[in-house]
Every structure is written in structure tokens, then in C-alpha cells.
């Protein structure tokens, strides 16, 4: 009876909806803001155009997927991207948003942290951790379904993240808010060196890359952005008390990779065809180590540039 009264009430009175559908929001507990969720497209985007990430790829859909089924989850998703520059990290963090609330990162509701805008100043930490808390808790208000991004999280000032501690665990309370809808990811190059030597070996050994194993990287990465005092999660209390779902690494790019990034990119400007640009991008990368080249030193942040230079 409420529901069709509310339902009634918000098509007559269009201007207070606003109001009266917060209102309805904090009473009912089950506003979803204009979140409108399509796995299957999420999957397919991954699938199609992440290139080289078997795992990033398998732990983002199955993560989230088992996160929506769940009509109450018991907390939220936490997932920590981890990987050197343009192995897809940011890449996989907009289609998240582009598939969870069609507007992308664009919506209200996916909230995008930069610590070099939002949180330059080390010596501020204690000014920003309530800030930042007030604007998730704000957040959280609004949307229960809020996503939130950490940007750069090796630059975020040490300490800062653990203030999100009581709104990522199961068994804190928050007044008045369902918090335990939101999803967060953070992310970051720790532990780049340990995925890049894990790759490496893997590729020495002659094996396929797709043999690697989250297990053989999750607890590696999590130790080392724990002792490393730049990685954000320094001795943080959020990985003490294993409130991150999972760590996604995301494995360092070989030739093939690239050149994946580079047709893509050619066939989104209309040149689909030059297949010599392809090869010239390609062969114009650095690889490491020095005896084997195996490993794109850039991955796929330099190709936008290359292109226009060979093109
Ligand atoms: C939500 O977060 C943003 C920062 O992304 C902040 O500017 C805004 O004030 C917050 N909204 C509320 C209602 O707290
Ligand atoms: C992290 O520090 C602990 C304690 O000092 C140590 O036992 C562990 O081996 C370190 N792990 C990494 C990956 O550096
Ligand atoms: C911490 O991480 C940075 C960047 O990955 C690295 O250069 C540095 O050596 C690490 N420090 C320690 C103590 O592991």
C-alpha cells in the first residue's frame, strides 16, 4: 500500500520528487538510483577489448556478478587493481561504470579520487580523512549503489583510506545507510614488480600466460602494498582486516598485445586497414629484458601517440 501510495505521490508531485524519493530511499532501504546493471555487456566489453588480462578479466565479471545476484550483500565490493602503466587498470575501472549506470563516468553516482587534485597536501591527512569521509557517507546517502574509484593510490597520503574502514566491513553499523551496496576500486602499480617477475618466469618457463594463477599473486600483492610505505594500503588497516574482496593483478603486455591495442585504435579513426602501422607501432615499443624483449615497458599508454607519428 505505501509502495502505491509513493508511487502515486511521485507522479503527481514531479517537483518534490526529489525530496520524497530520498525520503522513500532511507524508509524503504531498496533505492537504486539510476542504477541499471548489464553483466553481459560488461563481460563482453571485457572479453573484447582488455587485451592480455585472462585474470583481471575472469575476477571482474565473476566478482561482480556474484556482488549484484546478491540482493543483500554482507558488504561491499572491494576490488584493488594492481599492475604497471597501461596494462588496462583505468580501462577496466570506466566499463565497470559504463555498465552499472549507462551515463558512465559521467553519472552522479561513480565518484572518480585523484589524490593529486583531491588530496595533494601529506601534511593535511587528518583535514582530508574527514573529508573524505563526509563524502562517501553524503554519497552513500544519496545512492546505496554509489562506485567508488581511487585514483593513483601510490600517491594517496599514507593512512587516508583506513577512514572507509566502518563503511567496507560487515559487522559496522552507519546510521541510516544501506552502505554495504557500494563498490569500490581502488587502484595502483604496487606490486608491479612481483606480477612483472611472476609473467617473466612464467614466460621463461615456456608456459602459456593464461596458466598464471590469481593464488600465485594475491597474497604477494597485498604484503607488498602493506610494508610499502607509497602504496596507499602502508600498514593499512583496511588489508588487516581483509576488507578488500580481491586483488586484481593485471600482467605486464607483450608484442601481440600491443599491436591488439594499436589495430583497435586505427580501426576506431577509420583505418582499419593499415596493417603497417600496426607493425611499425609494434616494433617502435621498448621490451624487457634485454634477452628475451618479452614485455612492453608502456603497454598500451604510448599508442595513441606512436600512431599519430606513423600514421
Ligand atoms: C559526493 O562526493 C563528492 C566527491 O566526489 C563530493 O564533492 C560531494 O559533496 C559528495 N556528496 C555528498 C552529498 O556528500
Ligand atoms: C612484509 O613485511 C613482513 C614483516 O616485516 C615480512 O615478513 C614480509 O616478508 C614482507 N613481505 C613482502 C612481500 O615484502
Ligand atoms: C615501494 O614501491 C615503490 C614503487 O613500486 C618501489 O620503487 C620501492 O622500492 C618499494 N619500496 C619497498 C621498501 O619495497
Excluded at 561491499?76 to 563516468?105: C, E, I, Q, R
Excluded at 581511487?150 to 567496507?168: A, I, N, T, Y
Excluded at 610499502?228 to 574482496?245: A, D, P
Aim: hydrophobic share 35%; aromatic share 12%; with cysteine.
Amino acid at each position: 500500500m505505501w509502495t502505491v501510495l509513493s508511487v502515486l505521490f511521485l507522479f503527481v508531485y514531479t517537483p518534490v520528487c526529489a525530496v520524497f524519493q530520498k525520503l522513500y530511499c532511507t524508509i524503504s532501504d531498496s533505492c537504486e538510483c539510476d542504477f541499471s546493471p548489464n553483466i553481459r555487456d560488461l563481460e563482453w566489453d571485457l572479453y573484447k577489448n582488455v587485451y592480455g588480462q585472462h585474470l583481471a578479466q575472469d575476477i571482474v565479471s565473476e566478482e561482480v556478478a556474484r556482488f549484484l545476484q546478491n540482493k543483500s550483500p554482507d558488504r561491499p565490493l572491494v576490488l584493488s587493481f594492481h599492475g604497471s602503466s597501461g596494462t588496462g587498470k583505468t580501462l577496466v575501472s570506466s566499463m565497470l561504470g559504463n555498465h552499472l549506470y549507462g551515463s558512465a563516468m559521467s553519472s552522479p553516482y561513480v565518484h572518480q579520487f585523484v589524490p593529486t587534485l583531491h588530496f595533494p597536501l601529506p601534511h593535511r591527512v587528518n583535514k582530508y580523512k574527514e573529508e573524505l569521509k563526509g563524502w562517501v557517507q553524503g554519497n552513500l546517502t544519496e545512492c546505496a549503489r554509489s562506485v567508488f574509484i581511487f585514483d593513483e593510490m601510490e600517491k594517496m597520503p599514507p593512512g587516508l583510506v583506513d577512514v572507509l574502514e566502518p563503511f567496507l566491513g560487515p559487522s559496522h553499523v552507519v546510521f541510516g545507510t544501506n552502505y554495504r551496496k557500494a563498490i569500490y576500486v581502488f587502484i595502483s602499480s604496487t606490486g608491479e614488480e612481483v606480477i612483472n617477475k611472476v609473467a617473466l618466469e612464467n614466460r621463461q618457463a615456456g608456459r602459456d600466460r593464461e596458466e598464471i594463477k590469481l593464488s600465485e599473486l594475491q597474497e604477494a600483492i597485498a604484503q607488498t602494498a602493506y610494508n610499502n610505505s607509497t602504496s596507499g594500503f602502508f600498514q593499512s588497516r583496511l588489508i588487516q582486516q581483509k576488507l578488500i574482496t580481491c586483488f586484481v593483478p593485471f600482467l605486464p603486455l607483450s608484442r601481440r598485445h600491443i599491436e591488439r591495442c594499436v589495430r583497435s585504435q586505427l580501426c576506431q579513426q577509420g583505418s582499419c586497414g593499415r596493417s603497417d602501422v600496426v607493425e611499425a607501432v609494434g616494433g617502435n615499443m621498448i621490451y624487457t629484458p634485454v634477452p628475451g624483449q618479452y614485455f612492453s615497458t608502456t603497454g598500451c599508454k604510448a599508442v595513441p601517440a606512436k600512431i599519430n607519428f606513423f600514421l
